[in-house]
């Protein structure tokens, strides 16, 4: 195998490790009925107490029910309970595609 051949293959391979990762969206990202799974929140959120107080932790599921007309707040399905949240907090926080 030529060296050239071998770096083909080697970056081959780690293009699909990457093709392989979830990609990460936020809250704010999710269209009606789509589901997701919470990862983390970003750094910059100050109502992180307050999320987890409703149930809104990393590795809950959550349902995107729709959104106001206006397009703020949305409503969520979190665990058969339904909550209202701004968009403003839903953008900080980091979801998985289920």
Do not use: W
Not at 6 to 16: P, R, T, V
Not at 79 to 91: I, M, N, P
């Amino acid at each position: 195998m030529k060296p050239v051949d071998f770096a083909y293959h080697k970056l081959k391979l780690g293009l699909n490790k990457l093709k392989r990762r979830p990609a990460l969206k936020t809250l704010n990202d999710l269209i009606a009925g789509q589901t997701a799974k919470i990862g983390s929140y970003k750094p910059t959120l100050t109502a992180a107490r307050r999320l987890m107080e409703l149930g809104l932790m990393p590795g809950v599921t959550v349902r995107f029910i729709k959104s106001a007309p206006m397009g703020d707040p949305i409503a969520l399905d979190v665990e058969g309970r339904q909550l209202s949240l701004r968009r403003e907090d839903a953008a900080q926080i980091l979801v998985q595609l289920v």
